[in-house]
């Protein structure tokens, strides 16, 4: 039983430690999904820093996570990849900026009515590039 666990915690998937980790992946795809791991990781940061008071803190892990969601998606972009013809990291994308925005949601519900401004432009910016994701996975096929 221990060693299920142990071999569980050793075998999860850690963030990066920074977006310069990010980058520094060449095959896009993966860099996407890192990117997007790292966006959650900075959310949750951002949580912590604030519930310990710290806006500062809390400001610029929020601009990471726009930060991560934007690289994502610039990185799928660049592939070249026709999102109706190869849909798998597209895909992915799509679910894990829903699943962004939920946690964005919850977050700011959370927040005191004066700082949920900080999480408004990060929550606009992942939704707009969650509908683009979206849009190029369920459009129409040309003929």
Do not use: W
Not at 33 to 61: C, M, N, P, S, V
Not at 95 to 103: D, F
Not at 113 to 132: F, G, K, N
């Amino acid at each position: 039983m221990t060693l299920s666990v142990l071999a569980a915690l050793l075998l999860a998937p850690t963030a990066p430690a920074d977006l310069s980790a990010v980058l520094a992946e060449r095959n896009l795809e993966k860099r996407s999904r890192k990117a997007l791991d790292y966006a959650a990781h900075a959310l949750k940061a951002a949580r912590q820093a604030y519930r310990q008071g710290q806006l500062e803190l809390t400001e610029q892990k929020l601009q990471q996570v726009r930060e991560s969601v934007e690289l994502a998606f610039r990185s799928l972009q660049e592939t070249g990849k026709n999102p109706l013809r190869h849909p798998k990291h597209f895909k992915h994308a799509e679910i894990k900026t829903r699943e962004l925005l939920k946690h964005l949601d919850h977050f700011r519900d959370q927040m005191a009515y004066d700082d949920r401004p900080l999480v408004e432009p990060v929550r606009q910016s992942a939704e707009t590039i969650h509908e683009e994701l979206l849009l190029s996975i369920m459009g129409k096929k040309k003929k």
